[in-house]
């Protein structure tokens, strides 16, 4: 294969995926990690993509594409995830009232919570589905208009019914986070939802694994200093973690 085309078939993964890492580019291509940065390096200079740490995301317009299926993000860097989401699980007590979101690590956490006497208030199909098994656990759902493929609610009926309420913790996960541009997310209409989300929350935490660092998606919906902690994977490299504690954020990685 001549490396111009290897290039165009590159970037036509990178947009098709969203995401891909440089040990699956290297795989398809059958070519060395070196090989495959190398030739990121020179699409990300072309502006045909963005690098991030580990591989490459796309750069196109996400504005009128689908969200990803909650059944495709499920397997997205699902061990990441799950550590996340345990570690996550620490920080709740009983007598909580907190708030997940629609993400599959909110869903993880939502399969790892004790049946302990907590109110949880949710946007989400799936956790409600989760936690309609714990007894002890009030849910509340905030209704609206339902994106299947995320299985989430949105829309003013939404933002409106988490007017109604407060939580001393909500949990967030989300696209990108940008050390100088903030949080952002895919979809206009979860990022609206997440803004109120963290209205009404006393203490915000996001959910994010570390490929998520350095990345900025369509729709920007918190400034770091909107939310007090960060919880990522054991993957997350130092100097991010060091990086994010300077800017006033506690950081805490999953073991």
Known sequence: MLVAERHQRIVEEVNKRKSVRVSEL???FSVTDETIRRDLEKLEKEKKLARSHGGAVSIKPKDN???ISFQEREITNMEEKKQIAQE???????????????????WYMAKNLPNIPITVLTN?????LELSKKQR????????????????????LAERSLELYHVNKAFLSCKGIHFERGISESNEQQARVKQK??????TTYILADHHKFHNQ???HFANLEHVERIITDSQ???QDVEQLKELGLEVMKAE
């Not at 989300?197 to 006393?202: K, R, S």
């Open 26 to 28: 290297a795989a398809i």
């Open 65 to 67: 594409e689908p969200e």
């Open 88 to 106: 996550a699980v620490k920080h709740i007590v009983g007598s909580d009232k907190i708030l997940l979101d629609a993400s599959t690590t909110a």
């Open 124 to 128: 989400s199909v799936n956790v409600v």
């Open 137 to 156: 656990i009030t849910v509340i759902a905030t209704g609206g208009t339902l994106l299947a493929r995320s299985l989430s609610y949105v829309g003013p």
């Open 197 to 202: 989300m963290i209205e009404i929350a006393d």
């Open 217 to 219: 998606a369509f729709a």
């Open 236 to 238: 997350a490299k130092s």
